[in-house]
């Protein structure tokens, strides 16, 4: 006799983190987290060094600063925002607040593996939609929804894939699902779109009650070892999170910094720049090699390995490794014959496609 845990927990898979070093003597260039290639803002850096002197404080349980600088930013009304040790937890409270043993939770099938993890740690069943061509598809999501459906998670845009769908699709998967269902919009990219028919959600959960949208600071904002995320939902939806959120759920330094990056629009309108020119850049040289790329929106791309010749993923994987180039393995995402690269600094986004050049001719010999 021993303990068992409740149903669902056995049926997740542990997450395997991507590698994060190279071999010894080979200068490392980490592509596989999708990490900011500008690093974090300055202020953001000035003001976790003075929150460092007030560590024998709890932090503010309500974040009230950073929901104030978040609200300034966006036009918010911070009664609506609630913060989180990274927008992880606040999907993983969204879904212990909605599900329970019987339930449902869709997700789709090359979203964020958290959404299927989220699920599934509540006893609810986890209903995996099929996306058409690596796109969130809405009339899949709408097929699958049953009357035991209480959640709705979709990554927009999608990681690893790096595609969009517009608002008005969006849209119109919020209008047929039930009232009852909560909809949550993944937006951990949403600062790199630059599309007009985007919108990472704020519009729709204004005008809905059943629509939350989570937000990172890890990404463009640069501050991935701090773990901050955001959401924006209805009072209803804010009200039954604040419930079961921890009292002192993110820490002092983490919330000194996000205050300070969040206003520094100048850091992270660089941070764009850079990634649009490389973005562009990046597929049409990987293009050029005979690979295929999904077309992003995001800071990384999806690249597509033809299998002939030795030039799999899992190769070309080894290949790039040993040269100090470390990118993400995404079988566990339905692709096996791909790799997940972030756009890096400009030294390790010239070497990549180099390194990657050398393969290709090679594996072909």
Avoid at 110 to 128: E, K, M, N
Avoid at 184 to 209: K, M, P
Avoid at 316 to 336: C, E, M, S
Wanted: glycine letters at 8%; hydrophobic letters at 45%.
């Amino acid at each position: 006799m021993r303990p068992v845990p409740k149903k669902g927990i056995l049926d997740i898979e542990a997450y395997v983190p991507g590698k994060s070093q190279a071999p010894e003597g080979v200068t490392l260039h980490k592509l596989s987290s999708n990490e900011s290639a500008l690093g974090s803002s300055p202020a953001a850096r000035a003001a976790a060094a003075a929150a460092v002197e007030r560590l024998e404080l709890y932090p503010d349980g309500q974040a009230g600063a950073l929901k104030t600088a978040i609200s300034e930013r966006y036009g918010l009304n911070p009664r609506n925002i609630v913060c989180g040790n990274g927008s992880d937890e606040l999907l993983t409270l969204l879904a212990q607040a909605y599900l329970d043993d019987g339930d449902e939770g869709i997700h789709t099938a090359h979203g964020f593996l958290l959404h299927r993890t989220a699920i599934l740690a509540t006893g609810a069943s986890a209903v995996c939609v099929p996306e058409t061509d690596a796109r969130i598809d809405v009339d899949a999501i709408l097929a699958a929804v049953t009357e035991r459906t209480k959640l709705v998670f979709i990554a927009n845009p999608g990681n690893p894939t790096g595609t969009y769908i517009p608002f008005d699709e969006v849209r119109r998967l919020q209008e047929g699902l039930p009232k009852s269902v909560v909809l949550v919009i993944d937006a951990a990219y949403a600062e790199y779109v630059r599309r007009n028919d985007y919108e990472a959600g704020i519009e729709l959960v204004s005008c809905a009650q059943n629509v939350v949208m989570t937000r990172t600071f890890s990404k463009i904002h640069g501050l991935a070892a701090l773990r901050v995320g955001w959401m924006y939902a209805p009072d209803t939806i804010v009200d039954a999170v604040e419930r079961i959120r921890g009292p002192f759920n993110i820490n002092t330094i983490a919330i000194a910094a996000a205050t300070a990056a969040i206003a520094d629009r100048a850091h992270v309108e660089t941070a764009v720049t850079h990634n649009l020119g490389w973005l562009e850049s990046l597929t049409a040289d990987l293009s050029a090699l005979g690979l295929r790329v999904t077309p992003s929106v995001t800071n990384f791309v999806l690249v597509h390995f033809p299998a002939e010749g030795g030039r799999t993923a899992a190769a070309a994987d080894a290949f790039l490794t040993a040269r100090g180039f470390i990118l993400r393995r995404v079988a566990g995402y339905g692709f096996p014959d791909a790799l997940r690269l972030t756009v890096g600094s400009d030294e390790a986004n010239r070497g990549v496609v180099a390194a990657l050049a050398d393969f290709m001719g090679g594996a072909a010999r």
